[in-house]
């Protein structure tokens, strides 16, 4: 499933898991979707071809995203994975400190 799919089902399932005033379990199907159901409802054991993911009572995004990744395939979007990589902040520093310090030396001269 891409990252941005998994990020926008997760955003559903938060809003409908918490209409239930008990506890889902959660399911991906043979086609990645992820489905919720009754604890009682053991879909693989009825024929379906459904892994189990997790049982769940109301849980916010960060708890349910931990929760899929446990066992939902992610990939990267391709957008994302091909964009030019972002210039770490460890190469910005020294200028940075350099105007500080000269921002510094600036206020001492003019302090005195």
Request: charged share 20%; aromatic share 6%.
């Amino acid at each position: 499933m891409l990252l941005s799919m998994l990020e926008k089902r997760v955003d559903e399932l938060v809003g409908d898991l918490a209409c239930y005033q008990g506890h889902r379990t959660l399911w991906l199907d043979q086609d990645q979707g992820i489905v919720h159901a009754e604890p009682d409802d053991m879909l693989d054991e009825l024929g379906f071809a459904y892994i189990y993911i997790a049982t769940v009572f109301q849980p916010n995004r960060d708890q349910l995203t931990a929760a899929l990744l446990r066992s939902v395939p992610v990939e990267l979007d391709r957008v994302a994975a091909s964009a030019a990589p972002v210039r770490p902040a460890r190469l910005a520093a020294p200028a940075t400190a350099r105007r500080l310090t000269q921002q510094a030396s600036t206020a001492a001269l003019t302090s005195s």
